[in-house]
């Protein structure tokens, strides 16, 4: 019998989708990208009077690509980006939370400028040049290792040490920079002893190094044994033990890996011409939370590395972008970052649409199109659901 | 028929995708003042069906009245507001807090408790308190609380001390926990699932005692099984399901159990299992003295010793977590042993030795031991020898053993066991857990145990892809590819995946547990007779299995486990039901440990299979 009562039906209730089609995902990714960008414009129109839909969009496409220099800027700034993401994916893959890419590349910048500061002009420079390589990733590998060595020992907590370390490496680099050169700035400057003194293409030899890792990133995660070792471990851990597989072993080659792909981008930071300051350099904040952020790629990408040389490419231009339209629109430092911010919140959206459907259910009719595939994990999508009834 | 309805569901449906139609169009209601069985096999929508009512689901469509008011159950505090209470399979405790902190937890604050009111009256200092945690809603834990909660417990006669915390616990004391925190809730339905599967036969005789207690009080209950002994013992009505429909309700006393099988089943399913008698059967492995403590620092394996034959089915019954587990565990090397030995004998008697796991070191040490002989049956003696020659002779097949090979397993990784040349396959209870990888492919999956293979870094895939289609093809499993993640698969056909990877190697011993658990008849048969033909293959085979019946009809013989320790090996073909149940619950002071008699074997009738 029906009662009188208003009997509430939930307005909408979701359900996982399983196989979600390429296609669809795709739409939904350029759809969240191409809004984003209209948000931030918007935005950017409320924020300042300056500011009109043709202003930003003249300034944020000239920002980006308005010269070729910036173009080849554009392009450096995310090879170096990509890179990190590429040494912290293995880990990721495992399960092992790694987000000290900034540390440890922070020690590979450093250990190479110890060498070219000590060794520069006592050396030949293709001397100073390999040692400050070697040295360079020795260093990044240790500080990778260590946190992956305690994780194998006493099973710690890889997350919240590898971000302690990510500070530790800040300060242990300007206490070596302070040593180094006790009075100054803050920043060492060579002027040989580098690929950029020695006359390198800082473009061409950081763009085919990204190239060649990605390629090998691809095909160390999809066709190697150790790469499948890798996918086991993190997938489940169970399983790996059940066939043998030395866990620990595994965890520790792995960081290896990552700490030598790190001291690799360490070495180019310092050893490189930099796209922002023009000279080679190391500072403090010679990373600059490009490790960070190679972190957000490297997951938003799903560990692909094509999605994420993509990825990182879209947020370069953002900022590079962005930054433009702020000099112009006087809206100071930070508008950049507000930028790619909502970029991101965009982009972390779209994997609830993809993964997710919406039924809305009306009061009379219970039409309900079934969704994509039988099987599904019921008690996860419920709990999502309750979130959203409210 | 004059008892009102408590619940009532017109025409509920509930799918999970396109394919899977858990509930479809069910007609179901509960009487005030009841016990009603919900029957059906694994996998007939039965929890589904309950679920809408506890507000885990939402049905696509379809009614549901709770006394006759049309309700929408949107979540587990819309039951309780309706006051219907589950008790789930799975308990859902947060360990580290007490039993009383348990039942309170979630529970919506009464500010005029008068007990809280007295307080408050003591002394402006606590009245202060209670009105400003009524203001932001937040309230405090009374000190004595588990006191007032034990008048409910003893209403009812739950022999149990809320006092204590959960990780303390049994489970049939965790599933008492559940039972009255939903009663303090005020719940008058209650639906129990599968209560019985994780009790010894005293505690289920105990729940049912508690059971009927409510139903006198005027409770109406729904209890979830498919155990017809249980369902004749307790319920007032049945209803059956099957594959998600509704078949029928009746009255338990007009019913009986032939007639709930075929209800549950459909058409009559022969329920013999083909079971041939071992052929030959010779010990492959002996488990001696074996004692696994957990991490707890519980022992959960109490010195076992008992062998397994080759071309055999061994069984092993017991309430689950008896040690099941980390036998096998123990035994596969995944689970470091505190004391005892495995042997193994590698059935290598007049078979020549291989390069493959033997290097020529280790060949000549042997040979200095006396292991091997030539065809013509003279001791091999390789002093003087290049290695050179030994190689060839081993390649020509020259050099034979003896006697089988005995390797102790003791302290062995299970990549060690595997480099030893053991195989040794097993089929663990968790599949996706252990076993198999879920999110990758089953391609991918195929090669677990043999990607090692081969020189190079590059995974070699093509060898699994044809294992891959040659299991899609012979056990029938229903996948849309072979690069289909086997998660996606539904239970049977991750089984079938396994299972058909394991016995690929062509195992000396097949360890199994729980194979059959949550699938349905026809995958089950086709696990049956994967095992029987391993077993004619003079496999040793172990299965862990939990339906007595099945354990009956499949096994040669039966260990039974209680407590982690052995209370008897017995012969699976002259035991009844009866016998065993009362194993899996004591130990007897003496032991039976039953073995084969080569010659008086042969005579055995066997016509006594069930």
Redesign the interface.
């Known amino acids: ?3 009188n ?1 208003h ?4 307005l909408m ?1 979701l359900t996982r989708r ?2 979600v089609s390429k296609k669809y995902a795709w739409a939904i990714r350029i759809g969240a990208f191409v809004l984003s960008i209209l948000v931030c414009c918007i935005v950017s129109c409320i924020l300042s009077p300056r500011v009109n839909f043709g202003f930003f969009f003249k300034y944020l496409f000239n920002g980006a690509f308005g010269t070729t220099n910036l173009v080849m800027a554009l392009f450096r700034e995310m090879a170096v980006i990509l890179l990190l993401a590429l040494a912290v994916t293995p880990c990721f893959q495992m399960r092992y939370w790694n987000i000290g890419g900034e540390g440890q590349t922070m020690m590979g910048a450093f250990g190479c400028a110890l060498i070219v500061a000590y060794t520069a002009g006592k050396m030949p420079a293709w001397g100073t040049i390999l040692l400050s390589f070697a040295v360079g990733v020795a260093f990044a590998t240790v500080w990778a290792v260590i946190p992956a060595l305690f994780k194998a020992k006493w099973n710690t907590n890889e997350t919240l040490l590898t971000l302690m370390f990510n500070y530790i490496a800040v300060c242990l680099g300007a206490f070596l920079i302070k040593k180094v050169a006790p009075i100054g700035t803050g920043i060492l400057n060579f002027s040989t002893g580098t690929l950029a003194a020695a006359g390198v293409n800082d473009f061409l030899i950081i763009f085919l190094i990204a190239v060649l890792f990605t390629v090998l990133m691809f095909v160390y995660m999809r ?4 790469g ?1 070792e890798v ?2 471990v993190g ?2 851990p ?2 790996a ?6 866990t620990k072993k595994v965890i520790i080659r792995t960081l290896v890996l990552c700490g030598v792909m790190c001291g690799v981008v360490g070495f180019l930071l310092v050893s490189v011409k930099d796209a922002s300051f023009l000279s080679d350099n190391v500072m403090q904040s010679t990373v600059a939370g490009r490790g960070f952020t190679a972190v957000l790629i490297s997951w938003l990408a799903h560990f692909n590395p094509w999605a994420m040389a993509l990825t990182a490419f879209l947020v370069v231009f953002i900022t590079r972008g962005a930054n433009n339209v702020g000099n112009y629109a006087r809206l100071g430092n930070s508008y950049a970052s507000m930028m790619v911010g909502i970029f991101f919140f965009f982009i972390i959206a779209t994997e609830f649409f993809i993964n997710f459907k919406i039924n809305f259910r009306s009061r009379e009719e ?1 039409t ?1 199109e ?7 994990e ?2 996860e999508a ?1 709990q999502e ?2 979130d959203d ?1 409210d | 028929m004059d008892k009102t309805l408590a619940i009532e569901m017109v025409g509920i449906t509930k799918t999970f995708g396109t394919k899977v139609i858990a509930n479809k169009n069910v007609n179901f209601d509960l009487r005030e003042g009841e016990i009603l069985s919900l029957l059906g096999e694994n996998g007939s929508g039965k929890t589904t069906l309950m679920n809408m009512i506890a507000g885990i689901y939402t049905p696509d469509s379809g009614k549901i009245y709770v006394r006759g008011e049309e309700v929408v159950i949107k979540s587990p505090i819309d039951a309780f507001d309706h006051h219907i209470g589950m008790i789930h399979q799975h308990f859902k405790l947060v360990d580290l807090f007490t039993a009383a902190d348990n039942i309170i937890l979630g529970e919506r604050i009464h500010y005029q408790d008068d007990n809280t009111e007295d307080a408050a009256k003591q002394n402006a200092f606590a009245r202060f308190f209670v009105h400003l945690g009524e203001h932001l809603k937040f309230s405090w834990l009374r000190r004595n609380r588990a006191k007032d909660l034990q008048a409910i417990v003893d209403q009812y006669g739950f022999g149990i001390d809320l006092s204590r915390k959960i990780y303390d616990m049994s489970v049939s004391e965790k599933q008492t926990v559940e039972i009255i925190k939903v009663l303090y809730r005020g719940a008058d339905i209650l639906i129990l699932d599968e209560p019985t599967a994780v009790l010894t036969p005293q505690e289920i005789d105990k729940l049912f005692a508690v059971l009927r207690k409510m139903r006198d009080e005027g409770k109406s209950i729904i209890i979830i099984t498919h155990k017809l002994n249980e369902v004749m013992a307790i319920s007032d009505r049945v209803a059956v399901l099957r594959k998600g429909e509704h078949i029928a309700t009746v009255e338990t006393a007009t019913t009986n159990e032939k007639e709930l099988t075929d209800m549950m089943v459909g058409q009559k399913i022969d329920l013999n299992i083909d079971r041939e008698l071992p052929v030959n059967p010779k010990p492959r492995l002996f488990i001696k003295d074996m004692t696994v403590v957990n991490k707890e620092g519980r022992t959960m394996v109490d010195h076992v010793s008992f062998e397994i034959n080759g071309g055999e089915i061994l069984g092993v019954a017991g309430i689950s977590g008896n040690g099941q587990k980390e036998l096998l565990e123990g035994i596969a090397g995944l689970q470091p042993m505190a004391e005892g030995e495995i042997i193994f004998h590698n059935p290598k008697e007049d078979k020549p030795v291989t390069l493959y796991h033997h290097d020529v070191k280790k060949i000549r040490d042997m040979a200095a031991e006396g292991y091997f002989h030539y065809p013509n049956g003279v001791k091999v003696d390789l002093k003087g020898k290049t290695n050179k020659e030994i190689v060839q002779l081993v390649k020509d097949e020259q050099i034979i053993f003896y006697e089988d090979e005995i390797i102790n397993l003791k302290d062995k990784t299970p990549r060690e066991i595997q480099e030893l040349g053991i195989k040794l396959s097993f089929v663990p209870e968790d599949r996706l857990n252990m076993g198999l990888v879920g999110s990758m492919s089953i391609v991918d999956n195929m090669m677990l145990r043999s990607y090692r293979k081969g020189k190079g870094i590059f995974l070699n895939r093509k060898r699994p892809k044809k294992l891959a289609n040659d299991i899609i093809e012979d056990l029938e499993v229903v996948t849309p590819s072979d690069q289909t993640p086997v998660r996606r698969l539904s239970g049977g056909n991750v089984q079938k995946v396994l299972v058909g990877r394991e016995i690929s190697s062509s195992p000396k011993v097949l360890m199994t547990a729980y194979p059959v658990r949550g699938l349905d008849i026809n995958s089950s048969y086709t696990i049956y007779n994967l095992l029987n033909l391993q077993k004619a293959k003079s496999v040793a085979v172990l299965y862990v299995g939990e339906d007595l019946d099945v354990l009956l009809a499949l096994c040669d013989r039966i260990l039974v486990l209680c407590g982690g320790r052995v209370s008897g090996v017995v012969d699976a073909r002259n035991i009844t039901k009866e016998e065993i149940g009362f194993l899996m619950t004591k130990v007897p002071d003496e032991v039976e440990l039953y073995r084969y008699k080569p010659l008086e074997e042969t005579k055995e009738d066997t016509d006594d299979d069930e």
């Open positions: 019998m029906m009662s009562k009997v509430k039906e939930p209730h399983l196989n066709y190697s044994k150790h499948y996918m086991v997938e489940s169970n399983t033990r059940y066939i043998g597989i030395n219970v309900r079934p969704d994509d595939l039988a099987d599904s019921p008690i419920k659901e309750g009834n």
